[in-house]
């Protein structure tokens, strides 16, 4: 069995109540850590990594506002490189939540709110859906995530991308990307990937961007990182803005009138074993 099975599997016992499911980390030593990829929603503090039956040092936790990426080059694609070459990461996970606010709001209600925050709309770029990455189901940005993950210059084959939706009532994950197997790209996600704006067309000339020739001898990682980011954003800049076909968000529900409870962890622990002295 290997990792993410093990955690389906327990998290589901768990979630079923069963008091004695969890994992035995020692088991996994070649699949840990995880890097997960989650949306910023406070609500997600007490679920993880309790939810992944995993102990806080074999998760490496990224997050952003609706656990967006916006192209193969992105800032976010950076960290789980980086994330997978410095840290270790072995396999990552891009976990989505029910109840997502980012996917509830639509381009009209940020620009609306950005407006009561001061910010001037003639600043915004035309396409706030493009910019901000803004999507209307959550389990479509999941899967689109994974196929700009699975299909970045950035991430080696040898590492598994894996996408769920965790729901944030009980904790319980649904398995939507299976990263074991051989990766399939979706016709909405080609089409997707295709309107993840200018970095995802800028992917062309990237490839073809020989970084050994910028001779930076002893250059840190994040020195060069700035030089190419200054020969992408001229790349870039060169590039012309497509009309974008990406259909507009679902209008927002009108507000509960009470808050949603606080959901308790599931409860679900790590197996905590003697140290291995493996780091
Ligand atoms: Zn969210």
């Not at 790349?235 to 209008?251: E, N, R, Y």
Request: hydrophobic share 45%; with cysteine.
């Amino acid at each position: 069995m290997r990792l993410f099975e093990a955690i389906i599997d327990a998290n589901h016992r768990a979630v079923a109540g069963d008091a004695s499911a969890g994992l035995h980390p020692a088991d996994f030593a070649d699949e840990l850590p995880v890097i997960a990829l989650t949306c910023v929603d406070p609500r997600l503090n007490a679920l993880f990594p309790n939810a992944l039956a995993l102990p806080a040092e074999e998760f490496i936790w990224l997050r952003n506002a609706g656990n967006i990426i916006t192209g193969p080059l992105s800032s976010t694609m950076r960290s789980l490189a980086l994330a997978c070459a410095v840290k270790g990461g072995r396999e990552i996970a891009i976990i989505g939540h029910t109840d997502c606010q980012v996917c509830k709001t639509t381009a009209m209600q940020l620009l609306d709110k950005l407006k009561d925050l001061g910010v001037e709309r003639h600043l915004l770029p035309d396409n706030l859906n493009e910019f901000f990455g803004l999507f209307s189901s959550e389990r479509q940005n999941v899967i689109k995530a994974c196929d700009i993950v699975r299909h970045s210059p950035l991430i080696g084959p040898k590492i598994p991308v894996h996408g769920f939706l965790v729901d944030i009532e009980t904790g319980k994950l649904e398995w939507i990307v299976n990263g074991y197997e051989a990766w399939q790209t979706l016709p909405a996600a080609s089409d997707a990937i295709k309107g993840a704006g200018p970095m995802t067309e800028a992917l062309g000339s990237f490839t073809a961007f020989n970084i050994g020739e910028m001779k930076f001898p002893e250059t840190k990682i994040g020195e060069a990182v700035a030089k190419a980011e200054g020969w992408l954003t001229e790349q870039v800049g060169q590039l012309k803005m497509k009309p974008v076909s990406t259909p507009p968000a679902q209008p927002l529900p009108a507000a509960p009138a009470v808050p949603p409870k606080i959901p308790l962890p599931p409860p679900i622990r790590p197996r905590i074993v003697p140290t291995r002295g493996r780091r």
